[in-house]
């Protein structure tokens, strides 16, 4: 069910990405000077890094992090 | 010569940050290629980043929207915010954990690995090493012209760096880059120039705005209002299957091969996390500015000889001469951290691929593996010089190689994600799924129209890039040159073009039906770029072809050894929970 939820999430994003009603529209001017089909975009990439936030905390593949393993700092083999 | 100064300088800086990398280097090829797999979260960030965005999402942003209005940003910018950080999240976590645990420092040793093949394997890296080409000698190219043009007296038209010398420099300086500081060097000079790049549209248009005589609403309201250029604040003369079409582009971004070592290269599965989340915000801070510019560029300057130097002639005008030096250095790095990527990326598959793979690390041992890496990367930039000087007047069919290369690099994805989460896929599904994008692409190359002219002369456009230049360094955010939208002929001025608006001619292959309702399977757009079933690019029947290849012949052929598929699947493709 998570798995379906987390897919319609992304589908939803991705939709809203063809914003066709904004096709011909130049107006209203958001903040006095950004063009719709502009502030639409810019708000929409604002979307994907919530959207990435979302999945970060509620789809991160936390058994990957079995494989990190600790690095050391200081390089033996370094030249000098 | 300001501008050329500052560049010089920025080159200085790249050679010392080698020398620093090669300090702290060891002799093994994990070292040498992934920086020991040990890049920390906001260095692998930034470098991920400069790793895909090039000098297009500064002048070619710009340039494009001067042109095409507003629409370029959702078509091109809000289309990589959706894909690339998805595919850094389900595929480059995937392949860093693969690679951590199993050693893999190429696309190509996972795939040989997890579909038990050799050969197949071999055809899948000659597929790759074929796109990559072209970009590695476009990149080559796009920075011996811009330290030609930079270096234009605009009095004399004379300029202080010849072609081949401006080609040369580049050629050394990214080889002593890579040779001595491998990706660790790669990825420090990275930072610098990502940190260049984020400034540079906010500072452009901080600076621009004090300088206007009217406010930004004045000029939106003027292009707006008129019906001749209303088109530019919005999408009036977009065509709906160009934008939609061109979101799948993006899916190149994971199948590059520099792209998926970075992603090898990460200390830790959790760097992913602050880098998704900041990727969209990054592409917005840079394209947002640098296509508003374009736009006002049209306002406040009307026609210019040649729209990809509308920010460099709204700086001219508005903004001191320092500022415009940084820009000519924040090209220059662009152009040249992607060649670096790309040189080691090819030595790293060479070496990996072919030579260790076919018995030269048991024969000469892992520390010669690093001697051959290094020597690869010197004799493929010199091969590489050598064909930007031999191929100068060619530079077009290179343009057109590299645009077909993103369609291919998004074709090979639905491969990548067989591999990582569908255990039933076999090697002849890839082998089918490879060698159909590479019909493809022959096929579709045999369609194309004629290639774009070279680059306007310096002296003509009185500006240091021309359209090709900023085409030639066209390859960030999975960018192509010329969007089909533009209709523009190739080698004609575009803003010559957008003042005769011409009505789209398009060249109609193969049709069913007549009339207005027919409809038209393959066509060639104005531009010599060829469209699929009314218009839409030639990714979308790439990425369904590859794709249906891949399933149909996996179903159809025997599945990897069952010892296999849990090898892979009890750590790569767990679904979210």
Same mark, same amino acid.
């Given at each position: 069910m998570k798995k379906f939820l987390i897919f319609v999430f992304i589908a939803l994003v991705y939709a809203a990405?063809?914003?066709? =009603?904004? =096709?011909k529209s130049s107006g209203p001017l958001v903040f006095g000077f950004l063009p719709i089909g502009l502030a639409y975009h810019a708000g929409f990439s604002v979307l994907c890094a919530i959207m990435m936030a979302v999945l970060v905390n509620v789809a991160w593949p936390k058994h990957l992090e079995a494989d990190e393993a600790p690095t050391t700092d200081k390089d033996p083999g370094a030249h000098s | 010569m300001i501008p050329v100064i500052v560049i010089f300088v920025y080159l200085a800086v790249i050679a010392f940050i080698g020398s620093i990398a090669y300090r702290r280097s060891k002799d093994n090829t994990e070292d040498f290629f992934l920086a020991s797999r040990s890049i920390g979260s906001m260095v692998f960030f930034l470098s991920l980043f400069a790793t895909n965005m090039t000098a297009f999402a500064i002048l070619g942003s710009s340039g494009q929207s001067y042109r095409q209005g507003i629409g370029i940003y959702g078509m091109m910018a809000s289309s990589s915010c959706f894909v690339i950080p998805l595919t850094i999240f389900f595929i480059g976590t995937r392949l860093w954990a693969l690679g951590k645990k199993f050693g893999h420092q190429t696309q190509v040793s996972f795939f040989r690995d997890r579909w038990e093949c050799n050969h197949i394997g071999t055809v899948i890296f000659a597929l790759i090493a074929a796109m990559l080409i072209p970009y590695m000698i476009i990149s080559i190219m796009g920075g011996g012209t811009v330290l030609n043009e930079i270096s234009v007296n605009h009095e004399t038209h004379d300029a202080l760096i010849p072609y081949w010398l401006g080609c040369a420099v580049v050629a050394v300086v990214v080889t002593v880059n890579v040779f001595f500081g491998g990706m660790r060097g790669t990825v420090w000079v990275n930072i610098f120039q990502t940190i260049l790049f984020l400034l540079f549209g906010l500072v452009a248009v901080g600076v621009i705005s004090h300088a206007l005589p009217l406010g930004f609403s004045d000029y939106m309201s003027k292009l707006a209002g008129d019906t001749k250029t209303s088109y530019l604040v919005t999408?009036?003369?977009?065509?709906q299957q160009t934008f939609w079409s061109y979101s799948l582009i993006p899916l190149s971004s994971i199948m590059f091969p520099h792209m998926a070592m970075m992603c090898f290269s990460a200390r830790k599965v959790s760097a992913f996390k602050r880098t998704v989340i900041a990727y969209p915000i990054a592409i917005m801070v840079i394209w947002l500015p640098c296509v508003f510019l374009g736009v006002l560029g049209f306002a406040t300057l009307g026609r210019i000889p040649d729209p990809d130097g509308v920010l460099l002639s709204l700086l001219d005008k508005y903004s001191p001469v320092w500022l415009a030096g940084i820009l000519g250095a924040g090209i220059i790095s662009a152009v040249m951290g992607s060649d670096a990527h790309q040189v080691l990326a090819m030595s790293t598959m060479f070496t990996k691929d072919v030579f260790a793979h076919y018995g030269g690390k048991e024969k000469f041992g892992e520390h010669r593996a690093v001697h051959f890496a290094r020597g690869f990367i010197v004799v493929v930039t010199v091969i590489a010089y050598l064909v930007a000087l031999q191929l100068k007047e060619k530079q077009g069919i290179f343009e057109i190689a590299v645009r077909f290369a993103f369609s291919g690099f998004a074709a090979m994805a639905p491969v990548m994600v067989a591999a990582l989460f569908w255990k039933r896929s076999t090697k002849w599904g890839a082998l089918a799924a490879t060698l159909f994008v590479a019909a493809s692409l022959i096929g579709f190359g045999i369609l194309q129209g004629s290639p774009a002219a070279p680059p306007v002369p310096a002296a003509a456009s009185?500006?240091?890039?021309?359209t090709n230049l900023v085409a030639a360094t066209a390859v960030s955010t999975n960018a192509p040159a010329r969007p089909a939208s533009t209709n523009a002929p190739a080698g004609k001025p575009a803003a010559a073009v957008a003042a005769a608006t011409p009505k789209p001619k398009e060249d109609i292959i193969w049709k069913i039906g007549e009339g207005p309702d027919a409809l038209k399977v393959l066509s060639r757009a104005a531009n010599g770029d060829v469209r699929f079933l009314n218009g839409y690019m030639t990714v979308f029947p790439m990425v369904v072809g590859s794709a249906l290849c891949m399933v149909l012949f996996s179903l159809l052929t025997k599945p990897p050894s069952k010892a296999t598929v849990e090898k892979y699947f009890s750590v790569a493709a767990e679904p979210p929970r």
């Open positions: 990405h063809q914003d066709f =009603w904004n =096709w | 999408r009036e003369r977009m065509p009185a500006k240091m890039l021309s």
